[in-house]
C-alpha cells in the first residue's frame, strides 16, 4: 500500500487501528517530499523536525490511551496565507519572508486541536493574488500531471501537494476561484464555503468580503471531514455565522435521484476549451444517470462578473496590505533616509512583487475621491444583481454546474505578461465569490492528459447538498487523482 | 462691515471602557511603553477586530445626552491614510452613516441659552503615539521616531457640532458643558492634558451675512489654550479681512507657548482617505429595547442640575456652575445638605476653601478626606456660634489635613467660642478695669479704643471669645 496517495480519512483509519503511527504517517510524505519536491516545489517551508515531534508526542500519547483528536496523527499542509504561531507564515511574499507569526489562525488551532501534523506552509501567489503559483517571491510551483505546467493558484502549493502525494490534504483560501481552480488543475477536490462558515480569523486579508478557508483533498470523503473539522462559529471573526456546522461527513449518501441541477449558460459555453467542454458534457450525463435532471439556465449578470471582482477585490487589497509597510515587522528597505514616506515608499517598492502593486493601484485609484461611484460602488451593484440572479436560479435548481477553469494547466509564463487572459481563468469561479455561496470543484477525468474540473455551486450553507452531489458523481466517474510523476 | 465670529468644534474623547475598540487589551492610562498590546491592536497580518460592545453602549448614551437620534443601522468605515502610528495604516472610524446623529446642547451664556447642533457622534478608535527625536520635534527631520502602541485601538467619540458658537467665551462655555456631560455620563476620563478629550476647531468670520473662509485649529490641549487660540484667530482673521487680505482654508497649529497659531498644511494638500465600508465588522443594529435601556440609565445631566441647583437651593449662577461642572462635586454637596444646615453656607465653603484644599493636595473631590457630614458639622458649628468663622477656616485646614471631625477638633483643642454671656461679661469688665485710658477713650467715641480693647479680650480668652458678643459687651459697658 502506497501511504502516500491514500486518503486522510484512510490514513487516521489505519493509526486509529494501530496499523502504523503517526510517526509512519509523516516519515512516508516527508520521504515523498524529499523525493519530488525539487520539481514539484509545493512548500514555500516544511516543518520537518516539528511534525516529526509532534507526531511521536501524539503516538505516545495514543498509546497511553489518550484521546489525541479525530485525526490525530494525520500530516497535512497548510497554505502560507494562515498565521501559524511559531513557525514563518510569508504569504509568499518578500515582505514577510522568515515573519514568525505570535498566534494561530482559528482553522490551524482546530486542525491542531483534531491531531493533524502539519507538514508544512504550501507554496502560493504573492497574497493570494494570481492563478497560476507563479507570482509568488519563493519560486513557483509546477504541476505534477506536466511540470512544464503550472498548477494553477493561488493555492497552486496545496493542490499540488495533495496531486503530488506531498500532503494527504490541504487547507487553501479562495477569493476568486483560488482553492476550486487549481484544484480543478491538479485533479483534486477542492471546496469554498459559505461566506461567514470558516473563520477568517489569522487568514491573512486579501479581499475581506471574499475571502474563505477552504479543504483541498484527494476525495469527497476527506472534503466534509476537514471542512467539519474548520467550520463552524468564531467570535473572532465577526463576520461568521453564529450557528453550530452540520455533521458533513454523515451526510453523504449519494441520494441525488430527482435533484435539479442548472448548467450555467454564461460558464459554460463561449472561452470554454474543448476538451473541458467535452468532460464537463460527458460529467452533465453522468449526472443525468444519477437520476439529475439537468437543464441550461441563463444568469445574465455573470458577463459583469470578472470587472466587478477586480474592482472589489483590489479595493479591499489596497487597504488590508497597507499594514505592511516596514514599521512594525517584515521588510524593511535598506535604503538610509531621514524620510518615512520615503521608507514606505521604498520598502513597499522592493517588498512586493508586480502583480500585487498592480492591484493596489487598482484598488487605490478605484476607491479615489471622484472615481469611488463610478467604480467601486458601481461594482457593489454588479455584485447585488449577481447575488439576485443566484437567488432565482435557486428557485428552480438545488445546484448549479460549470466548468471549474476554462481551460487545462497551461504553460508556465504562458500568460504572465498578460493580466487580462490571466485573470480569464478565474471567469467560472468568480460570481460564487462575489454571491458568498459555497461551490465545490470536482476532478471528472482528463483533457489530453490533464485534469478538469467539475464546479457545483449552491444556495448559501448548501455544503452538505453539493458534497453529496459530488459524492454521487465521484462514485460514477472513477476518476484517480495520481499523476504520472515518477 | 459687520463681523460675526463663526465656530464649530470636533471633539474625541476616549471612553473609559475596560478593553479597547476592537481587540480585549486593557485601557489602563501610563503604562510602560507597548505593553498593553496584541497582534489585533498592532495590526498583525491576518487578524479581525470585533467590536466592544461596551463602547457602543456609552456613544449612544452619548448620544442621547445630545438629544441625537440613534441610527437604526449604522456601519464602520475604514479611513485610509499611512502614519507610523496607524498599525493598519488606516483607522475603523464611521463616514456616511454613524451611530449617532442630529441633536442638540443648550449651554447657558450670562442668562441666554444658546441651542448648539450636534452634527453626530460616532465610533472610531485611537492611534497609537509617536515621539519624534530630533530638533525639528516633527516626523519630518526627526533623528528617529518612538511609536507607543499602548493607545491604539482605544475607542473615542467623535463629536461634530454644527457651526452655531459665536464666540470663544461660547466655545469655551460649550466645551465646559460638554466635558461635564461625558463626565456625568461616567463614560471618559475627560482629561484634556492626558489627550483622553481632544478638541478642533473650525473658525470663520461672515462678512455681511456672507460666509467667510473656514480654517480649521488643532493642538489646543485645554479650556484656557481653546479660548486664547479661538481669540487670537478671530483677532488674526478679522484684521485681514479689514486688510483687505484674503484668508486661504487651511489649518493651523496653536503654538501654546508663543501664543500663535501658524499654518500646518493646506486642504488642497489633504489626503484622500478613501472612505470604504469596513468589511471585517458587521453593521449595528441596536435593538430597540437595548437602547431604551440605555436612556434609563441618562443621569440628571450639568445644565438640568444647574438650574436645580439655582431654583432649589437658591445658589448663585456662579456658584451653581461650579458645583454642577463635576458630577463628583455637585453630588458631594448635596449628601452635605442632607444634614439640614444651610445649603447657600455649604455651598460657599465648598467651592470657596474646600476647592481650594483640593487643588493644593491635588486630591479628587471623591477622595476627600473630609466628608460631607463633616461639612455640614462645621457649618452647624459657625451657625450656632460655637467658632467664628476664621476659626471655622483653621478646623477645616485640620480637618482636611488629619480626617479628623470638626467637632472633635473643636473640642480637642478647646476651641470653642467663650459664647457664655456671663463668662465673657466678666473677662470683659477685667480688661476694663485693667486699661483705665481706652476706657476712657472709648466713652469719648474713639473708634480705636474698641479695636484695642477687643485684642486685650481675644488675649485674655486666647481668642476664643466670640467677637460679636465681646464687641457688643464692650460697646454697652462703655457709652
Known amino acids: ?486 | 462691515m459687520e463681523f460675526e465670529t463663526i465656530i464649530g468644534l470636533e471633539i474625541h474623547a476616549e471612553l473609559n471602557t475596560a478593553s479597547k475598540m476592537f481587540c480585549g487589551c486593557p485601557t489602563a492610562f501610563g503604562g510602560a511603553p507597548n505593553t498593553s498590546t496584541c497582534p489585533i491592536c498592532l495590526g498583525h497580518p491576518g487578524v479581525l477586530p470585533v467590536a466592544n460592545r461596551e463602547a457602543v453602549a456609552d456613544t449612544i448614551l452619548l448620544g442621547l445626552a445630545l438629544n441625537c437620534k440613534i441610527t437604526p443601522r449604522s456601519i464602520f468605515h475604514r479611513k485610509n491614510y499611512f502614519y507610523p502610528d496607524m498599525p493598519k495604516n488606516f483607522q475603523i472610524s464611521q463616514y456616511d452613516i454613524p451611530l449617532t446623529a442630529d441633536g442638540w446642547l443648550e449651554v447657558e451664556m450670562e442668562g441666554n441659552n444658546r441651542r448648539v447642533g450636534i452634527t453626530r457622534v460616532h465610533l472610531e478608535e485611537d492611534t497609537g503615539k509617536s515621539v519624534h527625536i530630533g530638533e525639528s520635534g516633527r516626523i519630518h527631520g526627526a533623528d528617529f521616531s518612538l511609536e507607543d502602541f499602548n493607545r491604539a485601538g482605544i475607542p473615542l467619540a467623535e463629536i461634530v457640532t454644527e457651526p452655531d458658537l459665536r464666540s470663544p467665551e461660547e466655545a469655551r462655555a460649550f466645551m465646559q458643558l460638554l466635558r461635564a456631560t461625558l463626565e456625568y455620563l461616567q463614560i471618559s476620563d475627560c482629561k484634556m492634558e492626558e489627550g483622553s478629550l481632544r478638541c478642533d476647531a473650525n473658525i470663520s468670520i461672515a462678512v455681511d451675512g456672507a460666509m467667510g473662509t473656514k480654517v480649521e485649529i488643532k493642538n489646543m490641549n485645554s479650556f484656557r489654550s481653546l479660548f486664547r487660540a479661538l481669540s487670537y484667530e478671530d483677532e488674526r482673521q478679522r484684521f485681514a479681512i479689514k486688510q483687505g487680505e484674503t484668508l486661504v482654508q487651511e489649518t493651523r497649529h496653536w503654538d501654546d507657548a508663543a501664543g500663535v497659531t501658524h499654518p500646518l498644511r493646506s486642504k488642497e494638500e489633504a489626503f484622500d482617505y478613501r472612505y470604504f465600508p469596513e468589511p471585517d465588522l458587521v453593521p449595528i443594529e441596536p435593538d430597540p429595547a437595548w437602547v431604551e435601556e440605555l436612556r434609563g440609565r441618562l443621569p440628571e445631566l450639568p445644565m438640568e442640575r444647574l438650574r436645580r441647583f439655582r431654583e432649589q437651593y437658591g445658589l448663585s449662577d456662579e456658584i451653581a456652575v461650579m458645583l454642577t461642572s463635576e458630577k463628583a462635586l455637585a453630588d458631594y454637596f448635596e449628601r452635605a445638605v442632607e444634614t439640614g444646615q444651610d445649603p447657600v453656607e455649604l455651598a460657599k465653603w465648598i467651592a470657596g476653601d474646600l476647592v481650594a484644599l483640593l487643588k493644593d493636595a491635588v486630591v479628587p473631590i471623591q477622595s476627600c478626606p473630609l466628608e460631607p457630614r463633616g461639612l455640614g458639622e462645621l457649618v452647624a458649628l459657625v451657625a450656632q456660634k460655637v467658632i467664628s468663622g476664621k476659626m471655622a477656616k483653621e478646623v477645616l485646614k485640620e480637618a482636611f489635613d488629619t480626617g479628623k471631625g470638626p467637632k472633635e477638633i473643636v473640642e480637642a483643642k478647646g476651641l470653642s467660642q467663650i459664647a457664655d454671656a456671663g463668662e465673657l461679661d466678666a473677662v470683659v469688665d477685667e480688661v476694663i478695669a485693667a486699661n483705665p485710658e481706652a476706657a476712657e477713650d472709648m466713652r469719648g467715641g474713639k473708634e480705636q479704643a474698641l479695636k484695642f480693647l477687643m485684642g486685650q479680650v481675644m488675649k485674655k480668652t486666647r481668642g476664643q471669645a466670640n467677637p460679636e458678643m465681646a464687641s457688643d459687651l464692650i460697646k454697652k459697658k462703655l457709652t
Open chain 1, 1 to 486: 500500500m502506497d501511504l502516500t496517495f491514500s486518503g486522510a480519512l484512510e490514513i487516521a483509519g489505519l493509526i486509529k487501528n494501530k496499523e502504523i503511527t503517526s510517526v509512519e504517517a509523516v516519515e512516508a510524505f516527508l520521504a515523498r517530499i524529499d523525493a519530488v519536491e525539487p520539481d514539484v516545489h509545493s512548500y514555500i517551508n516544511v516543518s520537518a523536525d516539528i511534525a516529526r515531534e509532534r507526531a511521536a508526542a501524539i503516538d505516545s500519547r495514543l498509546s497511553a490511551g489518550d484521546d489525541a483528536g479525530a485525526f490525530a496523527g494525520v500530516p497535512l499542509a497548510i497554505k502560507d496565507v494562515l498565521s501559524t504561531r511559531g513557525f514563518p507564515t510569508t504569504c509568499g511574499s518578500r515582505m514577510l519572508e522568515g515573519f514568525v507569526p505570535a498566534y494561530d489562525a482559528t482553522v490551524v488551532e482546530r486542525v491542531n486541536d483534531a491531531g493533524t501534523v502539519m507538514l508544512g506552509k504550501a507554496n502560493m501567489d504573492e497574497f493570494a493574488m494570481g492563478s497560476s503559483t507563479e507570482n509568488s517571491y519563493f519560486g513557483p510551483t509546477r504541476n505534477p500531471w506536466d511540470l512544464e505546467r503550472v498548477p494553477g493558484g493561488s493555492s497552486g502549493g496545496s493542490a499540488a501537494a495533495v496531486a503530488a502525494g506531498e500532503a494527504p490534504w490541504a487547507l487553501g483560501s479562495d477569493t476568486g476561484g483560488s482553492i476550486r481552480q487549481p484544484a480543478a488543475l491538479c485533479g483534486i477536490v477542492g471546496l469554498k464555503p459559505t461566506y461567514g462558515l470558516v473563520s477568517r480569523y489569522g487568514l491573512v486579508a486579501f479581499a475581506s468580503s471574499l475571502d474563505q478557508v477552504g479543504p483541498m483533498t484527494r476525495s469527497v470523503g476527506d472534503c466534509a471531514a476537514l471542512l467539519g473539522l474548520i467550520a463552524g462559529h468564531d467570535p473572532c471573526d465577526s463576520t461568521s455565522i453564529d450557528e453550530p456546522a452540520p455533521d458533513y461527513l454523515t451526510g453523504l449518501d449519494g441520494e441525488v435521484k430527482g435533484m435539479k441541477a442548472g448548467i450555467v449558460k454564461e460558464l459554460s459555453s463561449d472561452g470554454i476549451e474543448p476538451g473541458v467542454l467535452e468532460r464537463f458534457n460527458a460529467t452533465v450525463k453522468a449526472l443525468e444517470g444519477l437520476g439529475v435532471s439537468c437543464e441550461e439556465v441563463s444568469l445574465p449578470s455573470f458577463e459583469y462578473g470578472l470587472s466587478a471582482y477586480y474592482l472589489i477585490a483590489p479595493a479591499e487589497a489596497s487597504s488590508n496590505l497597507a499594514r505592511f509597510d516596514g514599521v512594525r515587522y517584515g521588510y524593511r528597505t535598506d535604503l538610509e533616509s531621514d524620510d518615512i514616506w520615503e521608507m514606505y515608499d521604498e520598502t513597499r517598492a522592493a517588498g512586493f512583487g508586480g502583480e500585487v502593486k498592480r492591484r493596489i493601484m487598482l484598488g487605490t485609484y478605484a476607491l479615489s475621491a471622484g472615481y469611488y461611484d463610478a467604480y467601486y460602488a458601481q461594482a457593489q451593484k454588479i455584485r447585488t444583481l449577481i447575488v439576485r440572479d443566484y437567488g432565482r436560479a435557486w428557485d428552480s435548481f438545488d445546484v448549479l454546474v460549470s466548468p471549474t477553469s476554462p481551460s487545462t494547466a497551461f504553460k508556465l509564463g504562458e500568460k504572465m505578461d498578460d493580466p487580462l487572459t490571466m485573470y480569464l481563468s478565474d471567469i467560472c469561479t468568480i460570481p460564487v465569490n462575489l454571491a458568498g455561496i459555497p461551490a465545490l470543484s470536482l476532478p471528472c477525468g482528463l483533457a489530453e492528459g490533464l485534469p478538469v474540473g467539475f464546479q457545483v455551486m449552491g444556495p448559501p450553507l448548501s455544503e452538505a447538498k453539493i458534497m453529496n452531489v459530488a459524492y454521487a458523481l465521484e462514485g460514477v466517474l472513477g476518476f484517480e487523482p495520481r499523476p504520472p510523476l515518477d
